[in-house]
């Protein structure tokens, strides 16, 4: 038991019981008497714990009769579970990679307080980020003036005049645009609207909205349930509401990582007799999805339907034709 849980500990023995007795703080901390004395000390004078001795009952306990003192009296994020610690160092490297834009005067204090619990424990907010690290990968740099303008017509109801680039054809087009959510994806932002120039909902990679200017004008309001349904019903962030489902074989050997894969909410799986995985998902649109099962190569091979397993055939000879 470290120090920051025996600190924890000594609380919760004091909040459950109306006295504790020295004997019964070293029986359950299995410390030495001078542990417990320096513990006690960082208790009531680094954090203002009300903590007295009992000369007549013998024991220590909580002293609430100075209710000054005791409103002062706080552990914020003193002991941290492995997932609390996770989701810390998450949150924390989050905040210092996203392109903040709008939120960045609100983003830094909240950067400074996540430090402060950090070092409330045993361990730097340095020592934990130099052992602990979350690496981003693909990662596409977005310009952080069309970020801030998406942002505040998100955030304002309005609509944007913005100027997209197709990444698969070059071309640029106008669009206007209501935003109706922004979405942080696999490293990278996406803004879910309602084009009025296709009259549909469609999803823009932030980083490839080359300007973007808020007007106004009232957005048009797309319900939650219809942007879940026509974006969230199919695999990855190319969604529609009509899909279809793949079926994919994965080797035994295989089957041990992507068994435990979530690919999507409405995903089925189980394990055939030789131990290789069949995974059935939902999808709509198959550029995403025929790009994960690539990356497993000879190991996962799509059963149905024909079209996706012909579509990964003629994507699997481009690539062996270019090292013929």
């Known amino acids: 038991m470290d120090r920051t849980e025996r600190l924890y500990k000594i609380i919760q023995l004091l909040e459950n019981r109306r006295l504790v007795t020295r004997e019964q703080f070293l029986d359950t901390l299995e410390v030495s008497p001078a542990t417990f004395k320096r513990d006690l000390e960082v208790l009531r004078d680094r954090f203002n714990a009300p903590i007295s001795w009992d000369r007549e ?11 000054e003192a005791a409103g002062d009296f706080s552990l914020p994020g003193l002991w941290f579970s492995a997932s609390e610690l996770y989701a810390l160092l998450t949150m924390q490297q989050l905040l210092e990679n996203l392109q903040p834009g709008l939120l960045t005067p609100h983003i830094a204090p909240l950067q400074q307080r996540l430090e402060r619990l950090l070092e409330e424990g045993d361990y730097s907010a340095d020592q ?4 602990i690290r979350i690496l981003q990968m693909a990662k596409r740099h977005l310009n952080l ?6 942002s505040r017509a998100l955030l304002a109801e309005k609509r944007l005049l913005l100027t997209h680039l197709n990444r698969s054809s070059g071309e640029e087009s106008e669009r206007e645009v209501s935003p109706q959510r922004l979405i ?29 200017r808020v007007v106004d004008k009232r957005s048009k309001r797309v319900a939650d349930t219809t942007l879940d349904q026509m974006l969230g019903s199919g695999y990855g962030i ?6 279809e489902t793949a079926l994919i074989r994965f080797s035994p050997q295989r089957a041990r990582w992507v068994s435990q894969e979530s690919w999507h909410p409405d995903q089925q799986g189980e394990f055939d007799d030789d131990g290789s995985y069949l995974l059935k998902v939902p999808y709509s649109d198959d550029r995403e999805l025929i790009m994960d099962i690539l990356r497993h190569g000879p190991d996962a091979e799509v059963l149905e339907p024909q079209q996706l397993r012909d579509r990964l055939y003629a994507q699997l000879q481009k690539s062996a034709a270019l090292y013929q």
């Open 145 to 150: 003036d069309c970020f801030e303008s998406v």
């Open 128 to 131: 934990i980020r130099n052992r």
């Open 238 to 243: 190319f969604s529609g509401t009509k899909t």
């Open 184 to 212: 942080y994806y696999r490293d990278n932002w996406y803004l879910d609207g309602w084009c009025h120039l296709r009259k549909a909902v469609r999803s823009f990679g932030v980083e490839a909205i080359l300007s973007a």
């Open 57 to 67: 009952l013998h024991g220590y306990r909580l002293d609430r009769t100075n209710d």
